[in-house]
């Protein structure tokens, strides 16, 4: 069997030591399980453009596997911001019925892409 990847071929962008940066909170409750809420804040770097390119999740409620499976999928998304996909496209791919509120995920990039825009808004005065 001869299988071929499409690779997306880009040079991964990288980002100056020091950059501005916003935080914001996220409270998410299941809405399949009651009871069932995380608490987080999401840290967005940005740069010279103001385009978030890197995602942190720090201060979880409750703590415990969940922070860890929050922390790889920062890695992640930061990977693949730094590597030519914008935001709202990674945003795009997550949430089963395309609403921030479905997963904590897609409700963590919701939050930064509200903090992109307020970035935006305050031309950068935020370094």
């Not at 409750?29 to 995602?55: N, S």
């Not at 395309?98 to 950068?124: C, D, F, I, N, W």
Request: glycine share 8%.
């Amino acid at each position: 069997m001869n299988c071929r990847a499409q690779v997306r071929q880009s040079a991964r962008q990288s980002l100056p030591e020091r950059r501005p940066n916003m935080s914001g909170l996220v409270m998410w409750q299941d809405q399949t399980q009651p009871g069932l809420a995380y608490e987080f804040t999401v840290t967005v770097g940005f740069d010279a453009a103001l385009q978030v390119r890197e995602v942190f999740a720090a201060d979880f409620a409750p703590d415990g596997m969940v922070r860890f499976l929050f922390e790889d999928t920062c890695v992640l998304i930061s990977h693949l911001l730094q590597n030519g996909y914008g935001l709202a496209e990674v945003v795009g791919k997550l949430g089963r019925d395309k609403t921030a509120s479905r997963t904590p995920m897609a409700s963590m990039l919701a939050v930064a892409m509200e903090l992109e825009q307020a970035m935006v808004q305050v031309g950068g005065d935020n370094r």
